[in-house]
């Protein structure tokens, strides 16, 4: 018997794949905007604006300073875009 020659027709995609000899490629990995040197921050969510402000309204309580449900918000989402 004669051996096929591999030059006279070319091994497709779908034969690499079938046969399993196809390589992946290796996974780029994704560093976080801290280790890029990059500040790109997080837009606080309304969960996380509302536990602040709820935070500096029992610490603006228990002081006794005088201030509001608006101002509490305010500070909290100051705090967090910081």
């Not at 034969?15 to 994704?30: F, I, L, Y």
């Not at 837009?43 to 500096?56: G, L, N």
Request: proline content about 6%.
């Amino acid at each position: 018997m004669a051996k096929k020659s591999s030059a006279t027709k070319p091994i497709t995609t779908s034969q690499k794949k079938a046969s399993g000899t196809v390589a992946k490629k290796p996974v780029a990995s994704k560093k976080s905007a801290a280790s890029r040197g990059t500040s790109r921050k997080r837009t606080p969510t309304f969960e996380d604006i509302s536990q602040k402000a709820h935070e500096i309204y029992l610490e603006r309580i228990a002081k006794g300073e005088p201030g509001n449900p608006d101002s509490d918000w305010q500070k909290a989402l100051d705090i967090l875009q910081s």
